[in-house]
């Protein structure tokens, strides 16, 4: 087991911002190392407190053994993150596939100094509960485990309340991103780590990229004697863009939270934010272009050298350029440009 398992528990539940990392790739659909570096540098320097590489954002395809990018991305990012010199920077590793797979590159995330390992259970569509715990506690003996809720529009299935409170009894088990854009779902997961005592040992973070700051601000509470729990930070294909705005967010929600008292203005702010996700994540055409509307924030930033993915099919939708015209016109106290622009080059030297 790597690390210090309290010190990474007790670092997750100060509430971070952490990006899912985009795969930077040239006009040939080649690895993108210099691009891929200087994404790195961004987040570190945007303020991000850790960056979770091999997920949904930086595209499942890399886990392909003939596609071959797994181990070059999280070597790539883990170096990066070393020569950043960033203060207790979480680096979280996504995990796919059967037992055998998942551990296999859970090993190896922790050869590369990974702290913990963000676990799909795609693989698992049909399986039942017994199965899929006896995976999850199969991955948990090499690394610790980031649980994730996966949305079915892009390869998820529904785990109900009883997986989750079985889920939330591994030891090992550090945190949860909650990730199904369902406030039903959402409910089943802080309810089961209410209900199993461990509030304060499994830091919860939204994956909602539709409803990121109400996630922030909302005290759950089940029962009128029932301990609070809150959802403390993101682990967020959203904050891959605008990343410092993100950070400077979140602040805000913290502040609120301390003071007890939640301004308007940051409702606003958090509709405001769902309104830019929507055209980011493509959500007119049920997510199809998610992954190339991120690229295209950053390619417009020039931290990417274009929107191309490993799938050469792949593209925006009709009418989400437009969409994200929009966002950018409507929303510019959101964007982070000039701070892009003030530090690019040194980030692409």
């Not at 210090?4 to 539940?13: A, F, H, Q, V």
């Not at 210099?34 to 979770?52: D, E, S």
């Not at 551990?103 to 922790?110: G, I, K, N």
């Not at 400077?248 to 509709?271: D, F, V, W, Y």
Request: with cysteine; proline share 3%.
């Amino acid at each position: 087991m790597s690390g210090d398992l309290e010190g990474l528990r007790n670092r997750l539940m100060e509430g971070l911002v952490i990006p899912a990392c985009p795969l930077a790739l040239t006009s040939q659909r080649k690895f993108d190392e210099r691009h891929q570096r200087a994404l790195v540098r961004y987040y570190a320097a945007a303020g991000a407190g850790g960056l979770a590489v091999g997920v949904h954002t930086t595209q499942f395809a890399i886990h392909d053994a003939k596609v071959g990018l797994y181990r070059p991305v999280l070597e790539v990012a883990a170096e990066t993150i070393r020569e950043s010199a960033a203060q207790n920077f979480v680096k979280v590793a996504g995990l796919v596939g059967d037992t055998a797979q998942a551990v296999r590159e859970a090993e190896l995330a922790v050869s590369l100094g990974y702290d913990c390992g963000l676990l799909s259970l795609a693989s698992f569509r049909d399986a039942d509960e017994d199965r899929i715990i006896a995976h999850c506690r199969a991955v948990a003996r090499v690394i610790p485990l980031f649980g994730f809720y996966l949305q079915t529009a892009v390869g998820g299935r529904v785990l109900p309340y009883s997986f989750w409170r079985r889920f939330v009894e591994i030891e090992e088990v550090v945190a949860i991103k909650i990730a199904p854009f369902n406030r039903y779902q959402t409910l089943d997961v802080v309810r089961a780590v209410a209900d199993s005592g461990r509030g304060r040992e499994i830091a919860l973070y939204t994956g909602n990229d539709d409803h990121i700051v109400d996630d922030l601000l909302t005290e759950f509470r089940f029962g009128e004697d029932a301990p609070p729990l809150r959802i403390v930070g993101g682990l967020l294909g959203h904050w891959a863009v605008w990343t410092r705005k993100a950070v400077e967010l979140l602040e805000s929600c913290k502040a609120a939270r301390r003071q007890g008292q939640i301004p308007a203005e940051l409702l606003t702010i958090g509709a405001q934010v769902t309104d830019c996700n929507a055209a980011f994540f493509d959500a007119a055409h049920n997510f199809a272009g998610c992954i190339v509307g991120i690229h295209e924030v950053l390619t417009r930033q020039g931290l990417m050298s274009g929107r191309q993915t490993l799938d050469p099919d792949e593209d925006l939708s009709p009418g989400q350029k437009e969409e994200i015209d929009r966002v950018y016109a409507a929303y510019p106290h959101l964007n982070d440009d000039a701070f892009v622009a003030e530090h690019l080059d040194e980030w692409l030297s």
